[in-house]
């Protein structure tokens, strides 16, 4: 055989080859014709009624501890009744047999039954909700007389520690129509019917760190939406748990301190800056947002002149008073505008051109030193060396302080405050700063706005003389934030310890403003600042004729009472706030208050009794020996 | 024949031999891989991750080894042929020791940058294994009984490798590429008629031997071949896939949902969506005129590497590329017909579109020989 005639077999071999794959080839694509052209209308039907449907599973929210970690946001099993349609030949029947067994309101039955008629035969139209594990055994047990009845568990959230954290802590609730707008799909979650998401506080703020991710089931159904077969699930990543820094026994102290009065405490921790409490007074219960709130309960809430729902550490501003003289002097100190030795002249008033500006002091401190300007928070000074130094500095020194912006809190409505100075003023009122605003900036007055977490950092700041920033989520899902390292605030140590010193004279000194408020263990020593402010303004007719006190004014008219303090003096750990809205003297409200708190920050749930000044221990046992308040009252599945 | 003949033909530079390279070849490959690129990113939902972009790498290191393949003179992968042999013979028995498991099946070795499916390689080594023995046998005895028996054997022993581990589409693509080199080479028409007898018995008795002791298949592969025969008898459990894939592949119409529209691949109806069923996507996306378009560029492939190897006078190269030729159309021809309901789904990949490391890089050599095939060809005087 020649190459030649072997070349021209394997040429013929390979062109029989080519036809047959060509052949093939040609199957193949008669056979997407007649997939695409012929019986495509056939299978585009098919594909639309032949889906699979994802449906989510909402994954288990990240819990909240106190810094003990003792629970104060929890997931706890949530039972739920539904009626299937198809499953029942009467519905109504069967849903009157369910509510003989469980309690079911007359609109919930009404409103269950419309569902019913409305909705495909197949889907569970949920009846109650948040059923005892009683109730719901009973329904089990029931079952047989049933028919139709799912029973379904749930996770929801639970707040064990009711209204003690239910500022810091916030609460969830069902997404709204608003949030559901907003979010324009792009959150498939929302779509689960009852999911919940938070809505104020550390939930709401934290969301997405508590919220976790969902995870998906995947069904097909068909054209009805009927479920014909699970393909797979994949579960969800349940949300991180977050440590909160709030000590819980120092919140519930707080709590239970205030409790007839609107107020706010915060204690700062000066070292890592860890809000151990953040109390807001009154406060309300978060668990009554999970499981619904009637109109009326909510209405109440509203019109409560305390202002329950307002949170108010972070949100309430108020005139800081006299607390805001550490702040004046310092920058007159560092200004160079005072001599620490300087002695000023105070007659209970002070003459700018034709008008008088008054100490709160109606005869006057006499001649006092910075020292006493603080200890006995004398006007006249402030007036006097706020003149001199000018707005200014000190708003610049207030800034410093930490004061006019919002501490970086995850809390909603954390408010900055107000530092006026001139540039503000003139885009605020439109009117040119005068010298007598700055006189009552001198006093904390006027202007000046400050909340309660500004001023415990503020005193932080002096206690320290680092910038210490408030934090208040200690560990995620059990692994500790990094403690935070503060830069120093770069205001003199010698002029520091001058201010430190007249706070020290507050609470200690014969005529400090504060002092029944003292500590009276060695070591221990507090030291603070009082603050008075003004909510309305005293005429001079009134003047003339005897300022009304405050006991004998609407509660609304009072003055608000306030406290900044921190201690051990020499080695200061924590910080402390107090704000009584319409207290009356911040040395009789507050100081009390704050001094009671830094107790138990200190020496732990029971401060040695000696360590009280000696007028105030009979208080204190008599205190110890009431049985403590009973605890907030639980919703109903609590029973389970 | 010797080879001083040819040798006056023969390119001798680097740059004479890329002047004779199968560019127009190259120019389609890369078509056919850029609807895989497109393919997988829709099918990862517009991502380049996690499919496309671990292609694009792939397919361009495989090209990379296509041009060093093709400028090795076909005369030492002629001589390499045998080594190939043994070598893939020795990895597929060495999955069978230690292989990883891999849906439910033993076909991996992990060389730790790409998963080697020796199935695969096998399939290469077997086409130039058979290509080099009728190149050495006397033309004359090509169709003696004894002299079928080598090849017969060469065939055999992968494929009973293949089937153990199991992978029948493999075993069954291993035999027809061994088949069409035989046939090329000229083995009598008689013979293959009696083994087309033969294979009929052979499916006769493997059907047979269900449910009994010696049952020659898996369980899930009759499962396969009977929901592939009536595939409405279960559409919601093993028929699945192919019912899924048929909608898919038919509700494309004409000119398909469009780009990233389609709701079938997309929503997880095909659980191999990136991989066996990417052809569906396509279907389902841009259409008949989308899947015309593919079939076309396969066809080119098809036809380009036919051209070349009948204008091959060395007997080697022609044979081997008519073998390699044949194997890449039995990849796509059964993957295609398989998602079209016309075959039993056995797990082959849609070449140089599906996603998968081990079948690029194994289709980027067997171009890389029809390339070196080409490039060192003598050219026939017809």
């Given at each position: 055989m020649s190459a030649r005639r072997d070349a021209g077999a394997l040429t013929r071999r390979g062109l029989v080859l080519l036809g047959a794959q060509g052949a093939l080839m040609g199957v193949l694509a008669l056979r997407m014709r007649q997939l695409q052209i012929a019986d495509a209308e056939r299978f585009r039907l098919m594909a639309e009624e032949n889906r699979v449907n994802i449906r989510l599973i909402p994954p288990a929210r990240g819990r909240i501890f106190d810094r003990e970690g003792r629970p104060l946001a929890v997931n706890r099993q949530n039972y739920r009744v539904a009626i299937v349609r198809e499953g029942t030949d009467d519905p109504e029947e069967t849903l009157a047999r369910l509510a003989r067994l469980i309690d079911i309101p007359p609109r919930a039955r009404e409103k269950a039954l419309r569902e019913l008629r409305a909705k495909p035969a197949f889907v569970p139209v949920a009846v109650a909700e948040h059923l005892t594990w009683e109730e719901f055994a009973r329904v089990n047990a029931n079952a047989p007389a049933l028919p139709g009845v799912e029973v379904e568990a749930g996770l929801t959230r639970f707040y064990p520690q009711g209204e003690l954290t239910a500022h810091v802590v916030g609460y969830v609730g069902r997404v709204s129509e608003r949030e559901l707008k907003e979010d324009g799909g792009r959150t498939p979650l929302y779509q689960i019917p009852d999911f919940q998401i938070g809505k104020s506080g550390v939930e709401l703020k934290a969301e997405e760190i508590l919220r976790g991710e969902a995870g998906v089931s995947r069904i097909e159904v068909n054209a009805l939406g009927r479920v014909i077969r699970e393909f797979e699930r994949e579960e969800g990543k349940p949300g991180d748990d977050l440590q909160l820094t709030v000590d819980l026994e120092l919140q519930r102290y707080a709590m239970e301190r205030m409790k007839d009065e609107s107020a706010a405490a915060c204690v700062l921790d000066l070292t890592t800056g860890d809000v151990a409490a953040l109390a807001s007074a009154p406060g309300f219960d978060p668990n009554k947002f999970v499981f619904g709130i009637s109109s009326k309960e909510w209405k109440a809430l509203l019109d409560d002149p305390h202002r329950p729902l307002s949170n108010k550490t972070v949100s309430g501003q108020y005139p800081p008073g006299s607390t805001f003289k550490m702040v004046v002097a310092l920058a007159a100190l560092e200004a160079g505008a005072l001599d620490p030795a300087e002695r000023v002249f105070c007659n209970g008033r002070y003459k700018l051109g034709t008008s008088w500006f008054h100490c709160w002091r109606r005869g006057g401190h006499g001649h006092v030193d910075l020292h006493q300007s603080l200890a006995q928070s004398c006007d006249v000074f402030y007036y006097e060396i706020a003149r001199r130094v000018g707005v200014e500095a000190i708003a610049d020194m207030a800034r410093r302080l930490g004061l006019g912006q919002a501490p970086p809190l995850p809390l909603p409505a954390v408010r900055s405050g107000l530092i006026p100075d001139k540039a503000w003023k003139r885009r605020a009122h439109k009117r040119a700063w005068q010298i007598g605003d700055t006189l009552n900036a001198g006093i904390g007055q006027g202007y000046v706005l400050a909340t309660p977490i500004q001023l415990a950092v503020m005193t932080a700041r002096i206690a320290t003389g680092r910038q210490v920033t408030p934090r208040l989520v200690r560990a995620r899902a059990g692994l500790p934030l990094p403690a935070p390292e503060f830069a120093p605030l770069g205001v003199s140590a010698a002029h520091l310890a001058l201010v430190r010193g007249g706070m020290f004279g507050v609470v200690n000194?014969?005529?400090?403003?504060?002092?029944?408020?003292?500590?009276?263990q060695e070591g221990m020593e507090m030291a603070g600042k009082t603050g008075t402010s003004q909510v309305r303004r005293i005429t001079a007719a009134e003047r003339a004729a005897g300022v009304i006190r405050n006991a004998d004014l609407p509660w609304e008219r009072r003055d608000h009472a306030l406290f900044v303090c921190f201690a051990?003096?020499?080695?200061?750990r924590y910080a402390v706030s107090v704000v009584v809205e319409h207290g009356g003297g911040g040395s009789t409200a507050a100081a009390p208050i704050a001094r009671d708190l830094m107790m138990r920050a200190l020496?732990?749930?029971?401060?040695?009794?000696?360590?009280?000044p000696p007028d105030e221990r009979r208080r204190i046992e008599e205190e110890r020996l009431r049985p403590p308040a009973p605890r907030p009252e639980r919703p109903q599945s609590d029973r389970a | 024949m010797t080879f001083r003949d040819l040798d006056r033909d023969e390119p001798a530079t680097l740059g004479a031999k890329l002047l004779r390279f199968n560019w127009a070849l190259l120019l389609l490959v890369t078509a056919v891989a850029c609807v895989g690129f497109l393919m997988l990113y829709s099918v990862a939902g517009g991502r380049l991750e996690p499919w496309s972009a671990r292609q694009m790498v792939r397919f361009a290191m495989g090209v990379a080894l296509m041009m060093a393949i093709a400028m090795i003179h076909v005369r030492f992968w002629r001589a390499m042929a045998p080594l190939a042999y043994l070598g893939g013979l020795a990895l597929l028995a060495a999955v069978e020791l230690f292989g990883s498991v891999g849906m439910g099946a033993q076909r991996w070795i992990d060389l730790g940058f790409v998963q080697l499916q020796p199935s695969e390689a096998m399939k290469i080594a077997l086409v130039m294994a058979l290509a080099r023995y009728y190149d050495w046998l006397d033309r004359d005895k090509v169709s003696r009984p004894l002299w079928l028996l080598p090849p017969l054997a060469m065939i055999a022993l992968p494929m009973a490798l293949v089937l153990k581990q199991p992978d029948l589409g493999t075993a069954l693509l291993l035999g027809a590429g061994g088949a069409v080199v035989m046939f090329l080479a000229g083995v009598s028409w008689w013979y293959f008629i009696a083994a087309a007898a033969a294979g009929a018995g052979a499916v006769a008795a493997v059907m047979a031997s269900r449910g009994t002791e010696w049952q020659l298949l898996k369980d899930y592969q009759y499962r396969r071949i009977e929901v592939f025969l009536?595939?409405?008898?279960?559409p919601l459990g093993a028929g699945y896939h192919i019912t899924q894939s048929k909608i898919a592949f038919g509700s494309g119409g004409l000119t398909g949902r469009g780009f990233m529209q389609g709701t079938q691949a997309r929503l997880n109806f095909l659980p191999e969506k990136h991989t066996d069923f990417i052809f569906t996507t396509l279907a389902e996306e841009f259409g008949h005129v989308g899947s015309l378009a593919l079939l076309g560029l396969y066809a080119l492939i098809v036809l380009f590497c036919t051209a070349s190897m009948l204008s091959n006078r060395d007997r080697f190269g022609a044979l081997m590329t008519g073998g390699l030729t044949a194997t890449f159309f039995f990849f796509f021809a059964v993957n295609m017909a398989m998602v079209m309901g016309l075959?039993?789904?056995?797990?082959v990949p849609l070449p140089l579109v599906s996603y998968g490391g081990s079948a690029m890089l194994v289709l980027m050599i067997a171009f890389g020989l029809i390339q070196s095939a080409h490039v060192h060809r003598p050219r026939r005087g017809l």
């Open positions: 000194d014969a005529r400090g403003t504060a002092r029944k408020a003292r500590i009276a051990p003096y020499r080695a200061p020496f732990g749930p029971e401060p040695p009794i000696t360590a009280y | 009536d595939p409405s008898s279960d075959a039993p789904v056995v797990g």
